[in-house]
Structure formats: C-alpha cells, structure tokens
C-alpha cells in the first residue's frame, strides 16, 4: 500500500487539542484536557467508564462542540464537521461498529473509499490488510463480532487516513485477537489516537498516553512512566487490580 | 377468456404504473422513514407544467421532458425548502408536513389552472391490437411497460452498480456513520427526493391519459392503489414495490371487469387489510435485515 506523504512531512504537527472543556448541562464531561497527536504516532487514552474519553473523540469527530478550547490540525484551527472529517484525512472506528447492515463487506469497506474517489482495488488492499478478504461478499449481520471490527477497521483504513480515531477496538475481543489487533495497529503507518480499557494493547501499541479521570486529565506519559505514576494507579490501574 | 386475457393486460399496464408510483415512495420510505403522501400532488403539478409546454410548443415529448425534469427539481427543492426544515424527532412531523404539502399544491393547481378536468392526450394510440379477434394492449400500453422497465432498470443500476447509488443507500441505513466516512448525507436526501419526484411524475404522465384526464385531485386514487402496491412490498423492498404494483393492477382489473368497477376501492381496501394481518412487514420486506 503506498502512503501519502503527509504522515511523515516534518513541518506538520498532526492533531492538537489545547485546553478542552465539554459541558452538558450542569455535568463536567470534560475539563482541561490538553493532547497532541503529531504524525505517525500512537497515543492512547485510558480512564474508567464515564471518564470521558469517548467524548473526547466525539470532540474530535463534530459529534460535540466544545465549551471551552481550541483544536489545531497542523497548526491550523479546526472546526470539526463530521462528513468534512474524511476530506482532512481522519477516520474513526464506532464503540458499536456501526457497518451497514444491508451492504456487504466490500460495500461497506467502498463507502469509506467513495469519498477521496479511491479506485475499488484500494477497498480490497484494505480487506486485506485486516484479513476478511474471504467474508468480502457477506453481509456483515451473519459475521462474528471479531470479524465485524475487523471490517469496520478496514472501511477506517480504506480512505488512507493520516490519523486514525480508534474507540475501544479491543472490545469484546478474545486474547489472541487483541494480539493480533496491536500487531496491526503498531503496523499502521498513520497516527492513531486510541480509546481503550485493555490495558495489555494500549502498553503494546502507544507512544504517549493520556489519563482522564470524571474528565480531568491525571496523568501523560511513555507507558512506562504511566505505569508508575501513583495517581494512575489510584484512579484506575489500583482499581482494576 | 378473451375477456380474461384482455384484463390481464389491461391490469399489467396499469400495475407497471403503480409500481413505478410505489417504489418511488419506498425511495423515500427508505431514506427518511416518510411516507411521502403529497408525491400524487408533486405528480400532478408537474403534469400540468408538462402539458402547458406542450399545448404552447405543440410538442408533447418536450412537455413529457419538461415534467419529469420538473419533477427532478421539484423534488430537490421539497427536500431542501420544506422537509429540511421539518423536525425530525418524530417521523410523524414529515408525515404531517407531507399531508400539508398536499393542501397547498392542490389549492395552487385549483387557483391556477381551475378545478374542472383538462384533456390529458397521450403520444400513442389507446386502441388495442387484436390478435385472432382478442384484444391485447395498445401502443400506448407498450409505452407505458418500456418507460416503466427503463426507469425500474435505471434505478437498479444506481443503486448497485454506481458509487452514488452506494452512498444513498449508506446514508438511508446509518446517517451518522456515513458523514463520518464523508458521505454528503444531505446531498443524498435531496437527490433521493429529486429522483423519486422525477419517477412519481413520470408515472403522472403514464396514467393521466388513462384516467378522466388533469385536475388536482386526479392523481388521489393513484396514490392510494400505489400506496397499497407499496405497503403490500414492504415499504422497504424496490422488488416488492414492482411486484405489488403488478398484483394491485391486476386486482383492480379482474375486480372491475367481472364485478364492476364500483367495487374496485374496495377490493384495494380489502387487500391492504389481508396483506397487514397476514403479513404486517408485506410480502417483500427486509425490515428484520434493516435493524442490524
């Protein structure tokens, strides 16, 4: 798969939220938050349930306008609009899948390649890469949830984005398919932002993570560092233990 | 049996327009979740402008473009001026504002054109070839079953063979997703409307000329027998739409032949019933599909 070369142009400097905060109503979803992802990068951001990292990436993707913050892609202001999101070069995996049901796997992988005007060799190179080249002519409801995360990854991966959102793509996997998902996400040549609660994977395949919890952040660092990091393992990994 | 015969073809044709008529609601159905119930006003409101064009030009293919193009537009610009603006929590508000559109148009054609019927000429002749003394279709009739495959051809191709026709069938099964895959989900409602315009106008043209002929209200008992075709589909289904097109033009033939066409209404009503205790999703639906 040839790749644009965006990814690696030193003068950009990817995604960057500066100082967000969400409000819904009289509920602090998010508050503070501060994050960059430059390009080719992996960053991961972990906290418990309702810490607000889903909408985090809903920020990202138009879904939820900010109360308070500004966003940069590349250095310039970003107004997220969700069907603008594929003409940046961003591309977002769904919590619930969310591939069409009515359409095959191939359609669904070519309505993520319509847009940039892909040829459809592209919605194959993309099957491919993620392994249900076979399951290309099934309906997506017939298929087992694995299989259907794995399609939705390839109809993300189809446009070639630059920065890939990826929202808890370890749910509801076995072990050996989280393995399997960390080695192609750490294949991956564009940056990807990762919401996940596998502590295992976001370790394995993150540069950089970031710490929310009830949607401060609490921690930002190498795994390594976070791992250590006292507040993290009261906020969460204690927790979890 | 030549009666038989005669009223088998007779039903073909007039089912090959209610099918056309139905699957240009289930067009909309698909992708809004509203039943377009002003698309036999849009219809007869192009076909008006239709043969405007043509007593004026004396041309009737140009009037018959003029009101299929005027369809296309008069469906893009309902979407975009009206339907947009509707509130779409519930699908009852577009149901509403669809029966209000009804209103409005037929008060319009009325203010405009009068309440009393015009001829409505067709391009071919009406009288039946006879082949060993039965008669079979007409010219007309051959129109009417090339238009209605052509138009039914067309959209299958769109929808299965065209990136544009994979894109509106995105955005009818997942709005959200589909904007964030890029898809211009707004740009596919309004083209939805325009091309389900577009054939509900053609379909005008079709059945105009064999019904008493224009009036703003001549399109009404069309609209209830293709809206029938349509449920009897599954509201959901483009095959089921043809298919129940064909079985409620057939109805009404047999039923008006043998029993008088009085009792016509009727027997739609009655098949409506069968087909909604039967089989409430209709004969074709995918509805189970749809909610995955």
């Given at each position: 798969m040839t790749r644009p070369a965006p990814a690696t142009d030193p003068d950009s400097d990817g995604l960057s939220l500066h100082r967000i905060g969400v409000r819904f109503g009289g509920l602090v979803a998010l508050d503070d938050v501060s994050l960059r992802v430059p390009p080719g990068r992996t960053v991961g951001v972990i906290g418990p349930n309702g810490a607000g990292k889903t909408t985090l990436f809903n920020v990202v993707c138009g879904f939820v306008t900010p109360t308070t913050g500004t966003i940069t892609l590349d250095g310039r202001a970003l107004r997220p609009r969700p069907h603008r999101l594929a003409r940046l070069g961003i591309a977002r995996t769904l919590q619930g899948v969310g591939l069409f049901g009515g359409l095959t796997v191939l359609e669904n992988v070519m309505v993520g390649a319509e847009h940039a005007g892909r040829r459809p060799e592209s919605a194959w190179e993309a099957l491919e890469r993620c392994g249900v080249t076979p399951q290309a002519h099934a309906l997506p409801g017939g298929l087992p949830y694995a299989v259907r995360k794995r399609v939705a990854l390839a109809r993300a991966l189809v446009a070639q984005p630059r920065l890939l959102l990826l929202d808890e793509p370890a749910g509801g996997l076995g072990a050996d398919e989280i393995a399997e998902l960390g080695e192609l996400i750490t294949g991956l040549p564009c940056a990807v932002l990762l919401v996940e609660h596998h502590m295992d994977l976001v370790m394995a395949v993150c540069d950089e993570i970031l710490v929310l919890d009830f949607g401060k952040p609490v921690a930002h660092g190498t795994p390594a560092e976070i791992r250590t990091d006292q507040a993290v393992v009261d906020a969460y990994l204690g927790a979890a233990a | 049996m030549d009666r038989f015969v005669f009223l088998t073809f007779d039903g073909l044709s007039r089912g090959a327009v209610y099918a056309a008529f139905a699957l240009a609601l289930v067009l909309i159905w698909r992708a809004t979740r509203i039943v377009n119930f002003a698309q036999g006003a849009m219809a007869v409101a192009t076909a008006y402008v239709g043969y405007s064009v043509s007593a004026a030009t004396g041309s009737y293919w140009l009037g018959f473009a003029v009101a299929v193009l005027g369809g296309l537009l008069l469906?893009?610009?309902?979407?975009?001026?009206?339907?947009?603006?509707?509130?779409?929590?519930?699908?009852?508000?577009?149901?509403?504002?669809?029966?209000?559109?009804?209103?409005?148009?037929?008060?319009?054609?009325?203010?405009?054109?009068?309440?009393?019927?015009?001829?409505?000429?067709?391009?071919?002749?009406?009288?039946?070839?006879?082949?060993?003394?039965?008669?079979?279709?007409?010219?007309?009739?051959?129109?009417?079953?090339?238009?209605?495959?052509?138009?039914?051809?067309?959209?299958?191709?769109?929808?299965?063979?065209?990136?544009?026709?994979?894109?509106?069938?995105?955005?009818?099964?997942?709005?959200?997703?589909?904007?964030?895959?890029?898809?211009?989900?707004?740009?596919?409602?309004?083209?939805?409307?325009?091309?389900?315009?577009?054939?509900?106008?053609?379909?005008?043209?079709?059945?105009?000329?064999?019904?008493?002929?224009?009036?703003?209200?001549?399109?009404?008992?069309?609209?209830?027998?293709?809206?029938?075709?349509?449920?009897?589909?599954?509201?959901?289904?483009?095959?089921?739409?043809?298919?129940?097109?064909?079985?409620?033009?057939?109805?009404?033939?047999?039923?008006?032949?043998?029993?008088?066409?009085?009792?016509?209404?009727?027997?739609v009503l009655l098949l409506l019933v069968v087909v909604l205790l039967g089989r409430p999703g209709g004969l074709f639906s995918r509805s189970a599909a749809r909610a995955v």
């Open positions: - | 469906g893009a610009v309902t979407e975009r001026v009206v339907m947009r603006l509707v509130d779409h929590s519930s699908h009852l508000n577009g149901v509403v504002v669809a029966l209000g559109l009804v209103l409005v148009i037929q008060g319009v054609l009325g203010m405009i054109y009068g309440n009393e019927f015009r001829p409505a000429e067709a391009p071919f002749s009406r009288e039946a070839f006879t082949v060993g003394g039965i008669a079979l279709l007409s010219r007309f009739d051959l129109f009417v079953f090339g238009a209605v495959f052509l138009v039914v051809a067309l959209l299958v191709v769109l929808f299965t063979r065209t990136s544009v026709g994979l894109r509106m069938r995105a955005s009818a099964f997942a709005p959200d997703v589909s904007r964030l895959l890029g898809v211009n989900v707004g740009g596919m409602l309004t083209l939805g409307w325009a091309l389900a315009a577009a054939v509900g106008s053609l379909a005008g043209m079709l059945v105009l000329p064999t019904e008493l002929g224009l009036h703003p209200n001549a399109m009404d008992i069309v609209f209830v027998s293709s809206f029938t075709a349509a449920v009897v589909g599954g509201l959901d289904s483009a095959v089921g739409a043809v298919a129940g097109g064909l079985i409620v033009g057939l109805l009404l033939s047999y039923v008006s032949g043998y029993l008088g066409a009085t009792v016509a209404p009727i027997a």
